[in-house]
């Protein structure tokens, strides 16, 4: 399971890169048409970052486990299965986001996304935590059911970035890579907390 | 063989995605047609569970072995031709499931190039039964062999997904997400009983 | 330098399906325009046999490998270079198989980036049978050796093939599929011979 | 990290064949058309190369260390996001490249991206070599410092590539190539040397 998520997850992250498309331009008008492609760049930074964490994420959850049962690979591959959508939204967002109203939707229904994302990792982690005999032997329970609620509030961020989209699709892109910085460098250092 | 199988199987169910395109809208027109497709998610989540529950599967299969022969490796790239396809009829049907002409067509194309993937499952699985030094030493043939009718009827019901086309194509894709959540939840819990 | 070699044909082999692109037709015309596609259909199935030999003989020959220096890397590359091209003819062919003097110019140009493959193995055997102190401590470079007028004449075979594009492009379609079954089962059995 | 890595350069480096596009031509013109696609061939070739030896060099680099902190993920994550991003500067490289004014500002961005990946790689370097904790026990970090200069040498000149860009594209080209080939056989042979 761990091969083909990390196969999933590589490939997605790379697919990104195909929203950018070589503009047809008048001579001499590349170098504006390139600028006015920033969000583009902008969305397609926010995606990688925030793939690339919850890849770390993901291996990191992967490698509490000593045995997988159905229902966890069930789990994993709607988990996955909203991982290999982002490069849509992600290509959507870009396209969109300095468009006032349409900008909103493309900025909503990329954080529903992402909310789908963070509610399979949390049914991924609370699933293991209530199997014990999924875990690897050197893993306590309870350390890891401490970090449950730092998951949820991160669940509820996710989710509250869809009402953002409605103020401004731009703070929409600055949450994702602020979080996903934020991610990279707070999670908790040993342990259940890499859980986190 | 397992690496390149594992390696084919995640490229060409993220492949899936490229069949969302950014719609060119009117301003304030996008939340309409972002719904508008939502038959090319139908199809993409029946496609992306489907091919996910085969790769689980084959990766059961190709662990029972214990070495591969030519032909073992033949019939395994013919597989592979096949799931490397898929992203097309998933595309093609997306697009015209609500066309009622064109959409038996997309439907009647997408069972066939499932039933022709579910023939090579068959045929690796008879191929190694009957050539048992393939076979890992712990593993029983004729254990294996029992589980081969289900299998056929697995193939049968595969097939009888063409002949549902023309009924609706709709059916073939809530039947095949059925058909994927089902074989997610109730393979046989061991064994020769993960072969099926 | 294998992982890396196996990821890339696996993602080189899985590209060949985006040559077909969901055909736009009038209401009813969806089978006629998709039974007008198969030529793409035959050049699919042509690549990916080819490729998919062609990545069992590769992962065959870096096996008798214990070193690799910087000459094998570069020419390594050099070959997954011309692998990872080949979508593109593939392309290329199907879509100009059925015109007399542009299917032409794609067979040739099909069958040249064939043979610069074949090249590219040429040199990378050649070069492991004259640097002994590469190969695996079993492999004996002699027996090697022998099978190299083996690899020469499917090197000649491969590049007549650029002359049979004259001929006529469906020739090179089918003297392609032809080859990636006989190489399929005809390798020899053993050692030496499996780098044939 | 280095499974991730690797599935990251393997997938862009095959990306990049996707900036071939098969040509509408009128009878007997597609031979025209595949001389006049030359320039992508040739930005196709540069790149390859010069993501090819990277890959190499990155592997190497990630050879020598025994563990990894959260800032040599975040670093490493940000190095991969400028890997990906490459196809899409080769794509308007091969586009723009027989065009004056535009030629230059794609050669200038083509050579912004690969000047961001060098400084990825020496950040990368660096904070290993400053952190020995994290360095293989048989790594003298000294002999690593030592290779230094060289490194910053070789950032100097990936820089000064985008100057170059306003001079001629072309010797953009042609300077990745031959960069790509003397990476390619003059890093020094051993430890430390190796991580140049």
């Known amino acids: 399971m761990e091969a083909f998520s990390d196969g999933v997850f590589a490939v997605a992250i790379t697919l990104l890169v195909l929203q ?18 920033w969000p583009n760049l902008a969305t397609y930074a926010a995606s990688f970052l925030t793939i690339g964490v919850m890849w770390v994420n993901h291996h990191t959850v992967l490698s509490h486990l000593k045995a997988v049962d159905r229902t966890i690979q069930f789990i994993n591959l709607v988990l996955l299965l909203f991982v290999v959508l982002v490069p ?4 959507l967002l870009g396209h969109y986001l ?3 109203q349409d900008g909103a939707v493309s900025a909503a229904f990329y954080g529903s996304v992402m909310t789908c994302i963070s509610i399979g990792f949390q049914a991924l982690v609370r699933w293991s935590v209530n199997h014990p005999k999924l875990l690897n032997p050197g893993i306590d329970p309870d350390r890891i059911r401490a970090a449950l609620p ?9 989710a509250a970035s869809i009402g953002l989209a ?5 703070l929409v892109v600055a949450f994702y890579v602020a979080a996903a910085v ?4 707070n999670q908790l250092p040993s342990g259940a907390a890499r859980v986190d």
């Open 166 to 170: 409605f103020v401004s699709a731009w």
């Open 98 to 100: 300095q468009s006032r």
């Open 88 to 91: 849509y939204p992600t290509a």
């Open 20 to 37: 950018f498309t070589v503009p047809e331009v008048q001579s001499g008008r590349l170098f504006a048409s390139l600028v006015g492609q």
């Open 150 to 158: 730092g998951y949820s509030i991160g669940l509820l961020v996710y």
């Open 182 to 185: 934020y991610y990279a460098f």
